[in-house]
């Protein structure tokens, strides 16, 4: 990680904060300091100008028409999807599935992988920091199927408990889904070794890339995954854009997911066969002008370079935590910038998350407070919920100050008398 | 300025020190609910004799608003004919949504809540333990999936 | 249907057409006549704006914060659930479920609903004319459950053969699941009669809406339907946007589709419960602008009356299926425009649908050649294909004469020499 | 003009009088193929003799370019050993996607069929027949879920 900060130019953050229109929103009469990038991050004009050019000028539904409107549609649609592709560095644009993000993408997986291959008996290992979207579709395939999901324990520091993979990954485990990067402690698991203990079991990889692939260069080949998942509207993209990469034989071998137009070959009245991968998994009239807007999104990312976004993210986390620290918060998660990504869950002289939040946003700070999709990882941690300050290419040290006065605001307010 | 409405001096009172925030013992009634976007958590427990709340307690954990409506509740609740109960419960839900207005007689302490109608998200704070109350109070708690865990 | 093309208002067709940029746009040279609303829509600026609006001045994650943005952002997508709600005539927001379109919605009954209800003998009915994405999703429910599918035919006029309809819903139906208007053939089923033959057998009637609601005025509880479906990008809508219209006990009673963030109320490592519909459906971050632009759609549908919208359309019909007829085309489907909608499937001059699309949109026309995601009807009405021209509320008598001034292009240059 | 460049003389005639649209007796080779997108299906027939495409002939039903298409590979590969009309059907689709240049001595009525270079979606309906052809000979027709129904 180290690495990647040495040779990483400095982003221009207030030539980025200029693309973004939001920024420049005022909120109970303070300039807006947003830092919930980890739920959802804002939209430059790059974006917003890709969709409302691709609605006044090429809208059409994709794949279904010898018309110009429907082949520029399609052109851009499925450019939409070679450009995903690079962004991780998939071998080729059939890997990519379409569509809403994250959770829609392991609902994929858990039913047209996972329902194939799972027996009673069988095993999915996640871990103990898991998002309720990589958790609640393997308890309904468990469900399905009278298979068992199991979890990685994490240590104190928030890092995964590696010493007891042997334990937890057995032959037993056909399936190891894990978050490339916890939105709630920062954590960014080790992929490629536990893409190789996962193999080496005779398991597949699912990595839950909704955090990691916003922030960190990432490809697929190098870290062996079998399946990643994108969630565009964490990386600049529109709602309802992003998909999953899939390794291509495993995406072959698959049932389909929905069903419907444009997944076909072949339609009987009592049978069906499937159209290629991708297509097989896309059913219906996709999120078309979503995707083409990821594609500005990847763009927009690619020209600064995820190395740098990586870097500058590295620093602002570093500061953020130096000022919380001595502000007096407590921090969840590992401490060193360097292995940790820019999402900072924290607790603050016991005012709760969601009064702090609260507070916060009186002085236009966002952020975000609850148990983060997170429940069993908040009773590990032992508390209910937590604040969490997350930051992006467009945050400044200026933020960082801004969310300790505001920070100081609260503590007045709450203080003991 | 807002904040200070919000967070009004009888709120934080009551969140710093909380009535009635014990198990009852002997209660007849008990139940347990949480707010699905924060994670809070209120168990109410009621002593019923006679027809009235004779004794009303909670435990939990939440924000300020929640754990000073709970705090409230106890107050407002406590010693009242169970029908009575349950009106200042309907009512305070209606002041809470905006469509009765707050009124120092009738509703004491629990006024200074209306400051939380202007942040929609944290309603759902300040009516949790009525939730509860009144779930309890149906005697609904036991079939429901919100017992206690 | 007469009755409602009487007291309408003609529509102002030319202020209509200022309003979708897109209409200024050539293709070919020639200025662009879109008759291809059936398969998407083009959008309007206040559509396009409303996107816009969000993205700069709301954009967050809905239902996730306390913070203003947060607040802001819900507020407008429960907003557009409320439109929608009122749109279609539902009682309560909470019958709602927002996601995709017809095709995910579909699915999400088929898996929610279907596969917790039918067992091995039951039967789910459909119909001779349904869109692809009517037909795949119950067949795969059949494979999972041992239940069958059947189909009511239709007549030559193209309406359906009610008269067998006692011997096809019988008391093994379980579902009875039927488009609302024939994107094919334009065919409106009697959606009461059906329902309260449904009902009366036990069966639930799920209406396939997505070229229904665009079209006519829709009213659930008059109908008294069980299901019914919408896809916003067909009615002025961005892509990604729309959703499910369900009876309150039926959503309440059925089993969650996808898991994920939000759908949940509490979570524990071996077990969960869900959340209150509708939000039980709807895992992880939604298409949340998507549908803040179906809400501005509604707005524009609703200033114009539904009824206007359906008058003219009649209007617009009845014009383009006299002059199809005089040029030589042979029409499928109803020829009484009162009875049908606006989507006119044909066949001319023996020359391929294929050809016939790619001379149009030489001319500028853009119309639909294909098997409309309907592999099955094509093979009862006896050809591989047909071209489909469709209109909507921006469409003109002239451009029905270029229409068929195309057509005399390709009759030209495919003419038996 | 754009229109008379994609339907060319050449093709519209290999359309309405397609060369060998019929099957082939005793073919040992046949494979189907549907283009999802129109519903356009094509057989192809093909009877070897000596390692050469002795006789080749199609049925089904489509546009003018897939017929017109077809009816070309019939006049390109009858006759030829299996190996150079693979090769003529590997060059030809390099030729659609634009990789080979046109030439009319290697590829005769066929370079006709580059001006659907420029309609996308119309590729697919040119190389359709091809498809089908190089799946028959391959062998494969018959182990795909693509066997004629
Ligand atoms: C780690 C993690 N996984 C999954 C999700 C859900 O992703 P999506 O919002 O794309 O469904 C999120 C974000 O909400 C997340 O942070
Ligand atoms: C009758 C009918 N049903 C279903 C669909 C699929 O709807 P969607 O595109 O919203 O998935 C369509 C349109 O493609 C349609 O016309």
Same mark, same amino acid.
């Given at each position: 990680?180290?690495?990647?900060?040495?040779?990483?130019? +400095?982003?221009?953050?207030?030539?980025?904060?200029?693309?973004?229109?939001?920024?420049?929103?005022?909120?109970?009469?303070?300039?807006?300091?947003?830092?919930?990038?980890?739920?959802?991050?804002?939209?430059?004009?790059?974006?917003?100008?890709?969709?409302?050019?691709? %609605?006044?000028?090429?809208?059409?539904?994709?794949?279904?028409?010898?018309?110009?409107?429907?082949?520029?549609?399609?052109? @851009?649609?499925?450019?939409?999807?070679?450009?995903?592709?690079?962004?991780?560095? =998939?071998?080729?644009?059939?890997?990519?599935?379409?569509?809403?993000?994250?959770?829609?993408?392991?609902?994929?997986?858990?039913?047209?992988?996972?329902?194939?291959?799972?027996?009673?008996?069988?095993?999915?290992?996640?871990?103990?920091?898991?998002?309720?979207?990589?958790?609640?579709?393997?308890?309904?395939?468990?469900?399905?199927?009278?298979?068992?999901?199991?979890?990685?324990?994490?240590?104190?520091?928030?890092?995964?408990?590696?010493?007891?993979?042997?334990?937890?990954?057995?032959?037993?485990?056909?399936?190891?889904?894990?978050?490339?990067?916890?939105?709630?402690?920062?954590?960014?698991?080790?992929?490629?070794?536990?893409?190789? +203990?996962?193999?080496?079991?005779?398991?597949?990889?699912?990595?839950?890339?909704?955090?990691?692939?916003?922030?960190?260069?990432?490809?697929?080949?190098? *870290?062996?995954?079998?399946?990643?998942?994108?969630?565009?509207?964490?990386?600049?993209?529109?709602?309802?854009?992003?998909?999953?990469?899939?390794?291509?034989?495993?995406?072959?071998?698959?049932?389909?997911?929905?069903?419907?137009?444009?997944?076909?070959?072949?339609?009987?009245?009592?049978?069906?066969?499937?159209?290629?991968?991708?297509?097989?998994?896309?059913?219906?009239?996709?999120?078309?002008?979503?995707?083409?807007?990821?594609?500005?999104?990847?763009?927009?990312?690619?020209?600064?370079?995820?190395?740098?976004?990586?870097?500058?993210?590295?620093?602002?986390?570093? %500061?953020?935590?130096?000022?919380?620290?001595?502000?007096? =918060?407590?921090?969840?998660?590992?401490?060193?910038?360097?292995?940790?990504?820019?999402?900072?869950?924290?607790?603050?002289?016991?005012?709760?998350?969601?009064? *702090?939040?609260?507070?916060?946003?009186?002085?236009?700070?966002?952020?975000?407070?609850?148990?983060?999709?997170?429940?069993?990882?908040?009773?590990? @941690?032992?508390?209910? =919920?937590?604040?969490? +300050?997350?930051? %992006?290419? %467009?945050?400044?040290?200026?933020?960082?100050?801004?969310?300790?006065?505001?920070?100081?605001?609260?503590?007045?307010?709450?203080?003991?008398? | #300025?807002?904040?200070?409405?919000?967070?009004?001096?009888? /709120?934080?009172?009551?969140?710093?020190?909380?009535? $009635?925030?014990?198990?009852?013992?002997?209660?007849?009634?008990?139940?347990?609910?949480?707010?699905?976007?924060?994670?809070?958590? /209120?168990?109410?427990?009621?002593?019923?004799?006679? $027809?009235?709340?004779?004794?009303?307690?909670?435990?939990? &954990?939440?924000?300020? /608003? &929640?754990?000073?409506?709970? &705090? #409230?509740?106890?107050?407002?609740?406590?010693?009242?004919?169970?029908?009575?109960?349950?009106?200042?419960?309907?009512?305070?839900?209606? #002041? #809470?949504?905006?469509?009765?207005?707050?009124?120092?007689?009738?509703?004491?302490?629990?006024? &200074?809540?209306? !400051?939380?109608?202007?942040?929609?998200?944290? /309603?759902?704070?300040?009516?949790?333990?009525?939730?509860?109350?009144?779930?309890?109070?149906?005697?609904? !708690?036991?079939?429901?999936?919100?017992?206690?865990?």
């Amino acid at each position: 990680m180290a690495r990647v900060a040495e040779h990483a130019a +400095a982003l221009d953050v207030e030539r980025i904060r200029a693309d973004f229109p939001i920024l420049r929103r005022e909120v109970h009469g303070r300039p807006l300091v947003y830092l919930n990038s980890a739920a959802t991050t804002q939209k430059p004009r790059q974006v917003i100008q890709a969709l409302v050019e691709f %609605y006044e000028q090429h809208n059409a539904n994709a794949h279904r028409g010898v018309d110009t409107l429907g082949e520029e549609a399609t052109a @851009l649609f499925e450019g939409a999807r070679a450009k995903l592709a690079a962004f991780v560095g =998939a071998p080729d644009p059939a890997c990519i599935v379409f569509n809403r993000g994250t959770t829609e993408s392991i609902n994929l997986v858990a039913h047209a992988y996972g329902r194939k291959v799972l027996k009673e008996g069988d095993e999915v290992l996640l871990t103990q920091m898991e998002h309720h979207s990589n958790m609640i579709p393997w308890l309904l395939l468990a469900q399905a199927t009278g298979a068992t999901v199991r979890h990685l324990p994490i240590r104190e520091d928030g890092t995964l408990e590696l010493d007891a993979l042997g334990s937890f990954l057995t032959h037993r485990t056909k399936i190891f889904s894990v978050t490339g990067m916890s939105n709630v402690l920062g954590t960014i698991p080790p992929l490629r070794r536990l893409a190789d +203990a996962a193999h080496a079991a005779g398991a597949v990889l699912v990595v839950d890339g909704a955090q990691l692939v916003p922030h960190l260069p990432v490809d697929v080949v190098d *870290l062996d995954v079998d399946f990643l998942t994108v969630s565009g509207h964490k990386m600049l993209g529109p709602t309802a854009s992003g998909g999953l990469y899939g390794r291509r034989e495993l995406l072959e071998q698959m049932d389909p997911f929905m069903g419907g137009g444009e997944m076909i070959r072949e339609v009987y009245w009592d049978r069906a066969t499937w159209a290629d991968v991708p297509w097989k998994f896309e059913a219906g009239t996709m999120n078309i002008a979503q995707e083409v807007g990821l594609a500005a999104a990847i763009d927009y990312l690619g020209a600064l370079g995820m190395e740098n976004v990586r870097a500058h993210e590295e620093r602002i986390t570093a %500061y953020a935590m130096e000022r919380l620290l001595d502000a007096g =918060a407590r921090i969840f998660g590992p401490t060193d910038p360097s292995v940790r990504s820019g999402a900072i869950s924290f607790w603050f002289k016991d005012i709760h998350p969601h009064d *702090l939040a609260t507070v916060l946003d009186q002085e236009g700070v966002a952020i975000r407070a609850g148990h983060h999709c997170a429940q069993p990882l908040m009773r590990v @941690l032992g508390v209910p =919920a937590t604040a969490r +300050a997350s930051f %992006y290419i %467009y945050n400044t040290p200026d933020e960082v100050d801004a969310l300790i006065d505001a920070l100081r605001v609260a503590e007045r307010l709450f203080r003991t008398a | #300025m807002a904040l200070e409405q919000l967070y009004q001096e009888v /709120i934080l009172d009551h969140y710093k020190n909380p009535r $009635g925030k014990r198990a009852v013992p002997g209660a007849e009634l008990s139940c347990s609910r949480n707010n699905p976007l924060c994670g809070d958590e /209120i168990t109410i427990y009621a002593h019923l004799e006679d $027809g009235a709340v004779a004794d009303l307690g909670f435990e939990g &954990s939440g924000c300020s /608003i &929640s754990i000073a409506s709970a &705090s #409230m509740l106890v107050e407002a609740a406590t010693g009242r004919p169970l029908n009575e109960a349950q009106d200042v419960a309907v009512r305070f839900r209606a #002041m #809470m949504a905006g469509s009765v207005e707050p009124d120092e007689d009738t509703f004491g302490d629990l006024v &200074s809540l209306t !400051g939380v109608r202007k942040y929609p998200a944290r /309603i759902k704070c300040a009516v949790l333990a009525w939730d509860v109350f009144q779930e309890a109070l149906s005697g609904a !708690g036991d079939a429901t999936g919100d017992a206690p865990h």
